[in-house]
């Protein structure tokens, strides 16, 4: 087992991330819990694919467990079915000791974190999760959320969970395209954190990408270890948190222009961090061929870089990039490379970002 | 003014008590928190009385605000008026820098304290609680709460607010019963935590019911002072905290029994706390005269002490008990006296807490 410690004081937790570990999670609970009770939020499909061997394991270590299905992806991420959630806990008899699992994506491991912070005034959080992307980003940061009519993620909480499960062999039934999206996510905290494991990916991706098992698991536990250090210096997303960022400003305009069914969030981040890295050169900020290296690396990963429509739709981009982050001065914080495995966070108007003509 | 500083860490607050404060609130947050935005959430009955006051000081300091009413009392503690808040606050144009203002009783100030806690991952929260109950009791904790239809309180996080306001002078307007509840749990942590404080009560209660200027900030801030030493030594309500609940098991089942819209919380818990100090001479856990003592201090504040019912009724009160807290030995925990100004957490059967015959 490979373990990334999450140091958070008295929250602290681990990430355990071992190949093929799903079946053994029942008795890692009994071993670091003492509990006799978890309910498992997951959905359908994630449950057809993953259940049987968390159930198991569940079995075999004498855990009495119920399954709670939800919808898959963002079709979760609502007030509504956590309410049912809440009510299903409830009539089931829900404790403050029941353990709660999160089995599946992002979505589902975001709806069983709030939940679990807003129920009972907190209960016991075991996340599991089987995206890649969600292996290595929601799993460090302690950030529970649901959408709102009007945005993604407005309501939400910040909670940590008591342990993170990663069996990267549940990747194999995952689409080429998730993984690829998921990498997108490892490629960032290598940008803005780590030349080493960046120069270690432009050596393995294709490995990462294939699912070989040491590679894997080795991309899944350093991109959990970036994250857990920088979460760990800024729990809050008070400041240095904000370098977890890079790529998300014009990532997100690209998902709010195109509509978030059509691009997956890693699809639109690589996109806006090919944009931040090359408008860092440009300022001067980062060396000439910083870009070029991130382009070609994540072109090996087959994430596309260029944001065809930029120039096109740019009032749409300017629009999306206004949204509820201007400060006082009329900019926002834009996350800009200085090297690869370095980032700073500066403020730019609206306009340094998407000049009327580049 | 008199300030109560609640010592958590990077979350600590301070308490500031101090008679015809209310219109220097306004003052109080630009010194504070270099704010101007805030959204200050009530109730009509409470706005008509204290809004004009909160509201000159607001605009003396330069203060954009807005009050969003929300139900009078436990109707407000639901998830729909949690969402209606959600909607509202978004739809403003909130953000992570906008300031909450709770003004209102417990139920007001736990509502607050949700939305608070659970929109855009926390929003700085000041509490202004209006009557003597949330004064001595909602404003130190950080639990925040909605009730669903199973049970009270069962939704809620503990969220901890930036800084409580109390003026003592508003409670003028308070009906002498509400008093008198308030006034129950000020003797309760003076019961469990603070002899010389009990004993102040005892010859000062009738001064604070009177709302005399003095006494009754004493009274409010040094129930506020025991409750921030308790909650600072558990914040996450792991232990000690549970000695708050001294006259809870009974006056929780005198809630259920009675109908909460019939009795007032802090009516129940007197009449919970003396059955509790029977039961802990009974034991001979307390020395003889305790429950006594218990008995005449609420007598002259005017609280009911003797559970009329309680063995005519005997079979739904022992229902009333079992519910939800039972643990594996089939023990609930209760909150003994040892003697007035100290308290000990025992495990008890529902027999041994209400035994057939008495």
Chains 1, 2 share one sequence.
Not at 211 to 224: F, G, I, K, Q
Not at 269 to 284: H, I, P, Q, T
Request: net charge neutral; charged share 20%.
């Amino acid at each position: 087992v490979s373990t990334v410690q999450v140091l958070l004081g008295e929250r602290s937790y681990p990430i355990r991330i071992r190949p093929g570990s799903l079946a053994d999670l029942g008795e890692a609970l009994v071993a670091e819990f003492e509990t006799s009770h978890a309910v498992v939020i997951t959905s359908k499909p994630v449950a057809a694919r993953h259940f049987a061997a968390l159930e198991s394991g569940l079995l075999r270590a004498g855990i009495a467990f119920e399954p709670l299905l939800i919808p898959d992806g963002e079709r979760a991420k609502t007030l509504r079915v956590a309410a049912g959630l809440y009510d299903r806990l409830i009539e089931g008899g829900v404790t403050r000791q029941t353990l709660l699992v999160g089995l599946g994506g992002g979505a589902t491991c975001d709806v069983a974190a709030f939940v679990a912070s807003t129920l009972l005034r907190g209960l016991p959080l075991v996340q599991v999760p089987t995206t890649l992307l969600a292996q290595v980003d929601a799993s460090v940061g302690g950030k529970s959320a649901l959408n709102h009519p009007r945005g993604k993620n407005l309501i939400g909480t910040f909670y940590q969970p008591r342990l993170v499960w990663i069996d990267p062999d549940v990747l194999a039934t995952l689409p080429p395209r998730e993984r690829r999206a998921g990498l997108a996510e490892i490629v960032k905290v290598a940008s803005i954190w780590d030349a080493d494991f960046f120069k270690w990916l432009e050596e393995n991706a294709g490995a990462v990408l294939g699912l070989e098992r040491d590679a894997l698991a080795h991309a899944v536990a350093r991109a959990c270890g970036i994250k857990a250090e920088i979460v760990g210096l800024d729990e809050r997303d008070a400041g240095l948190r904000a370098l977890l960022n890079f790529g998300h400003t014009l990532g997100h305009a690209v998902e709010v222009v195109n509509g978030y069914r059509h691009v997956r969030h890693g699809e639109a981040v690589a996109l806006g961090m090919v944009f931040a890295a090359r408008l860092s050169e440009r300022r001067e900020l980062a060396p000439a061929g910083t870009a070029a290296r991130l382009v070609a690396l994540l072109a090996r990963v087959g994430l596309a870089t260029e944001i065809a429509d930029l120039q096109a739709q740019r009032p749409a981009y300017l629009r999306a990039l206004a949204v509820d982050k201007k400060g006082a001065d009329g900019a926002i914080g834009f996350v800009a490379l200085r090297e690869i495995g370095r980032a700073e966070l500066v403020r730019l108007t609206a306009d340094e970002i998407l000049p009327g003509a580049v």
